[in-house]
């Protein structure tokens, strides 16, 4: 048999499969249906190895469910605007229209050549008039039943990219694309009220039974919902300024007033506001912190520094005590009122702060075995205690003093009880170009207006430079200006564009019409929706997921859909990483510019000069430690690429890219395919199918049983996520089947059967290779591989015919010994009396006793 040609079989198969539409999905009441999606991508312009990661284990769970028997929907789309995009067009002179379509046909090609079984017809891409002209109509529907609202709000300003940022996307106080430090700035926004759904969202995370606790735990803390009271702290009489009578404070510990020992409000608060009029020095501090982003994550990791105004505050539970009021960085106003109150003596940051300006640090809760004596020393106690020094309190748990304090604060006439939570509205703003017209347009005499119905969509200008920074649509000279639909008169459009997330924020309920004229036809979405599974990166379980959540219910609000949930079943799996190399001038160098010599030593190719290896890392280009799917394709084939990255580590954590890995896989396509094909003697294997033989024993029986329970734990594995075992199980049973050697007609048929169920069990691992050898054995006549049905096991053929069992002497284990299954006691007795080790410790005594413990133990007690 000739040698396995790797580009000619899977240029074959994948033209086969499109021409016979095999993956195109169609609705069918009479058959269970399974919705695959995994993350679409953005369209950078090439793949890398962890797009081949994601999209094999989606590949690998939609052909595996065809052949159980579902009606798979697998689409494709491309997350297509963003800033990137624009990024390139003013380093490449390139429109970003031009570069985005150009890119999505590259990777389209990628993904043609990998064999991934999508269902192309329903393509989709969000930067096309007929995608975003839904989402259009979507923001003006929020709009009109009070989810969408526009107004002024501090917000993360990512100065290389002079657009604004959701705090999601800032990681580390910097933009999650540019990297650049972000700041504090006061725009105009518009906004989706994620919140209105905090507590549904909060709730429904228990019902998400198939999604990792990790992203569930993620998102509850996101939401953050949080139970304290909402109070009054009154400015004393010197400190009071007209408009200020006090100052409005949430707290999750009332419990803790006592040890109060100053107040600290944002920045940006009116009060803060009203002093930088008159205080040079407070209007200073203030700017120092706009510098800052409006994260918490940003907020967390700055310094905490505070203004002292000189104004004061009353302690609403310690008559006569006043409290200082400081600027701080570490408040935010749009977190709560945006003031709170100090209790350094139990919490870290307040602790840090009052050491820093030398400020009291009272004791309020001591630990359980403490006495009213305890105090902090040098670390706050934060955990649950009794309560000392705070009178009324005193003796209370924290739990208990919390609601003492609270129904206090309701008698006093202070405040109220209230829930809080940490999620905030969605800015959905962004300051491009290469993004969705927001379709409002701002009339002078009427306000912002909705854009009629009938001009939908409003499409982006292309006659548009980048030639200077901030958005083209402010510079048009003619696109923005229009006449209102409302009175006529001249107006301009909205120049923001819509965050890229509110793309891919309902992308999926699109999949399941894409051609149609409406958003979506319910007919499609009531059979295919929810997405049965999910597959994607866990760095999105706050952005798109949540995002997503929200929408799906926006949706339902504005009577698009009657689901609230979109994803049944979500995996997150891990990143594919690689070792990373710097030249002796410290420059990051591809693996493929690197090489070791004899002695081990790494060197730079062009150069000769030594390279210094560095840590493994997550495959990055602007580390170059990147390896290029083409080539490794065009190396050893789709089918090895596809096998490695399913079998070398459990799928939901980070991967380790190595040549030697993709060439065992190399070594194993075609091992299996000389199994299979080359011998002229098991071309029987084309008989594969006929009545299982009689009188089959010995290894043969083995290989049988082995076959029948890889079957059982393959699916079992697939079912679960476990790919990389499931893999192991098939090599095992390969290696099995090519040691029985048997040349009897029973040990054949196995053989036979085994190999071919390898073939059969693999299939969705390694498509190409499986398809060509089904028809090598002679099946075509059964159709192609891929339209068969998942193989089936005999359960009583999973249990094996022998077992080993232990015998001992007097409680000493003496043998082991291989019986058949479920042995009688006189059979057993016998069996170990035979046995020379047993016989040389009774030394010719008969046993006093024989237990039996069935498949397991023989105990003899001479």
Known sequence: MARYAIKETEAKWQAAWADAKVFDAKIDPAKPKYYVLEMFPYPSGRLHMGHVRNYAMGDLTARYKRARGYNVLHPMGWDAFGLPAENAAMQNNRHPAEWTYANIDSMRAQFGQLGVSFDWGREVATCHPQYFRHEQKMFLDF???????????????????????????????????SGAPVERRELNQWFLKITEYADDLLAAIATLDRWPDRVRIMQENWIGKSQGAQLNFALTEASRRPGFDAVEVYTTRPDTLFGASFLA???????????AKTDTAAAEFIAEC????????????????????????????????????????????????????????????????ATKYDLPIVTVVRPRDADASYTVGKAPFSDDGILINSGFLDGLTVAEAKKAAC?????????????????RDWGVSRQRYWGCPIPVIHCPTCGPVAVPDDQLPVTLPEDVTFDAPGNPLDRHPTWKHVNCPSCGGAATRE??????????????LRFASPRSEQAFDKEAVDYWLPVDQYIGGVEHAVLHLLYSRFFTRALKQCGYVDMKEPFEGLFTQGMVCHQTYKSADGQWLFPTDVQQDETGAFLELSTGKAATPGRV????????NVIDPDEIIAAYGADAARLFVLSDSPPERDFEWTTAGIDGAWRYVNRLWRLTTEPAADKPLAAYGAPQPEGISGAADKLLRLTHKTIRDVTDGLENFHFNKSVALIRELTNAAEDLTGSDAASAWVRRFALV????????????????????????????????????????????????MAVQVNGK????????????????EAAALADPAVQRVLEGRAPKKIILVPNRLINVVG
């Open 617 to 624: 890392e997550k495959m990055s280009k602007s580390k170059k």
């Open 143 to 177: 709009w009109k039943n009070g989810l969408a609202y526009r107004k002024k709000s501090y917000v993360n300003w990512d100065p290389v990219e002079n657009t604004v940022l959701a705090n999601e996307q800032v990681v580390d106080g910097k933009g999650w694309r």
């Open 407 to 423: 129904d206090h604060i309701e008698k006093l006439g202070i405040g109220t009880v209230k829930t809080q939570f940490r999620l």
């Open 265 to 275: 409000i944002a920045a940006n608060h009116p009060l803060a506001l009203d002093l």
């Open 813 to 828: 284990l003496r043998a082991t010994l291989e019986l058949p299954r479920d042995i009688s006691q006189a059979d057993a």
């Open 757 to 804: 169920t390898v073939v059969r069990l693999i299939a969705p691992m390694m498509p190409h290779v499986t398809e060509e050898i089904w028809a090598e054995l002679g099946h075509s006549a059964d159709g192609m591989l891929v339209n068969q049905p998942w193989p089936s096991f005999d359960p009583a053929l999973t249990v094996d015919a022998s077992v080993t």
């Open 290 to 353: 706009n510098r800052m982003g409006t994260s918490e994550a940003v907020i967390e990791q700055a310094e905490k520094l505070g203004y002292r105004t000189g104004l004061f505050v009353q302690n609403p539970f310690v008559p006569g005590q006043e409290l200082p009021v400081y600027l701080a960085n570490f408040v935010l106003m749009d977190y709560g009122t945006g003031a709170l109150f100090g209790c350094p003596a139990h919490d870290q940051r307040d602790f840090d702060f």
């Open 495 to 508: 120049t923001d564009t819509l965050d890229t997330f509110f793309e891919s924020s309902w992308y999926f």
